[in-house]
């Protein structure tokens, strides 16, 4: 019915002969290499099993770094040079005028919580935890460029965001480019520093990392 080719790691190649269906039609027939015993196998969609798209199969993690031995994390904005003092930001608030601080400093606690540093001001404990999933778990829009020999055409170069987690080990970094569009959808261009390939997330992602964390 079907005839399927693998190639293992070791270099061996292994043929699947799928068959027809058994009498029940729960699953099928099928031999391994031509040869006994038969086998018996889940009827499943098969084809689109084996028909995935190398992206389908990739890690689609934005930062493939694991938080648990990180005691701080940085995000730097570009905010054209300028620092804002504590008292700036306050006074801004005051006056109802939007404000951002071009780092954010967030350091682990002895309990394992996550307290802002920087900048000096009350946040909500939530917006914290909020922002930590986010780089656990934000996943890639799609893969951009393998290696690219040049970042500066993503914006990457100088990018409008970094985030910078230090570890025992040392830093892990990731970085997001300029916006792009494609018909009414809008992302961005991102990288990190664990793989060499230039991806894109969706604009939701890069809210969540640009967003406010003050209360």
Same mark, same amino acid.
């Given at each position: 019915?079907?005839?399927? !080719?693998? /190639?293992?790691? @070791? +270099?061996?190649? $292994? %043929?699947?002969? =799928? +068959? +027809?269906?058994?009498? +029940? %039609?729960? %699953?099928?027939? %099928? *031999?391994?290499?031509?040869?006994?015993?038969?086998?018996?196998? @889940?009827?499943? @969609?098969?084809?689109?099993? =084996?028909? /995935?798209?190398?992206? #389908?199969? !990739?890690?689609? !993690? =934005?930062?493939? $770094?694991?938080? #648990?031995?990180? /005691? *701080? =994390?940085?995000?730097?904005?570009?905010?054209?040079g300028q620092s804002v003092s504590a008292e700036e930001l306050a006074k801004a608030k005051q006056l109802g005028i939007p404000t951002k601080a071009s780092r954010i400093v967030l350091t682990k606690q002895a309990s394992g919580n996550w307290d802002l540093d920087e900048p000096h001001v009350r946040t909500d404990p939530g917006n914290s935890q909020y922002l930590l999933t986010t780089i656990s778990g934000g996943a890639m829009r799609s893969l951009e460029e393998e290696k690219p020999s040049s970042l500066a055409k993503y914006g990457l170069d100088r990018p409008q965001i970094r985030l910078d987690v230090i570890t025992p080990s040392g830093t892990q970094s990731l970085l997001v480019g300029k916006k792009d569009k494609k018909g009414e959808e809008e992302f961005f261009y991102a990288k990190n520093t664990v793989w060499p390939h230039v991806f894109t997330i969706l604009r939701t992602v890069y809210d969540q990392l640009n967003q406010d964390i003050e209360s």
């Open positions: 019915d079907r005839s399927y !080719r693998f /190639k293992l790691k @070791d +270099g061996k190649t $292994v %043929a699947l002969d =799928i +068959g +027809g269906e058994n009498p +029940g %039609a729960y %699953a099928r027939y %099928a *031999r391994r290499d031509n040869a006994a015993p038969l086998l018996l196998i @889940d009827n499943i @969609d098969d084809k689109s099993l =084996i028909e /995935k798209t190398l992206f #389908d199969l !990739r890690d689609k !993690r =934005i930062f493939p $770094v694991s938080l #648990d031995q990180s /005691k *701080r =994390i940085e995000l730097h904005y570009d905010l054209s």
